[in-house]
């Protein structure tokens, strides 16, 4: 069983930046792709950004490619998402999933486990 907790959310003003982490715990050895999604009041969770075990393999959805970057740290168990020139439209609960297959997916129902989520409020 693998544990996730993320940090990092909070109210910023439309073109800030803010940098999100993901911590895992538990048994992180069997751990393999994460993923950052989202989920907006009234909204389906949708997709943000995914990355491999290896952390060469990197996708994100289309709203989001060239603000946002996914990263990792498998030394400390951590899951990055720097998210720039943000938008009132990225507002949204953040949630980071993992998964114990090593190729990172877009689908909700290909994560084993989630975290809690953090909030990411963009004004204009």
């Known amino acids: 069983q693998v544990q996730l907790v993320e940090s990092g959310g909070g109210l910023v003003q439309a073109e800030d930046s803010l940098r999100l982490s993901c911590a895992a715990s538990g048994h992180t050895n069997s751990g393999g792709a994460m993923g950052w999604f989202r989920q907006a009041p009234g909204k389906e969770r949708e997709f943000v950004a995914a990355i491999d075990k290896s952390g060469y393999i990197r996708i994100y959805a289309d709203s989001v490619k060239g603000r946002f970057t996914i990263a990792r740290d498998n030394a400390k168990n951590t899951v990055y998402l720097q998210m720039s020139s943000l938008k009132p439209e990225d507002t949204a609960v953040y949630y980071c999933?993992?998964?114990?297959?090593?190729?990172?997916?877009?689908?909700?129902?290909?994560?084993?486990?989630w975290g809690q989520g953090t909030q990411v409020t963009v004004s204009s």
């Open positions: 999933a993992g998964r114990n297959n090593y190729v990172p997916t877009r689908e909700t129902n290909g994560y084993d486990y």
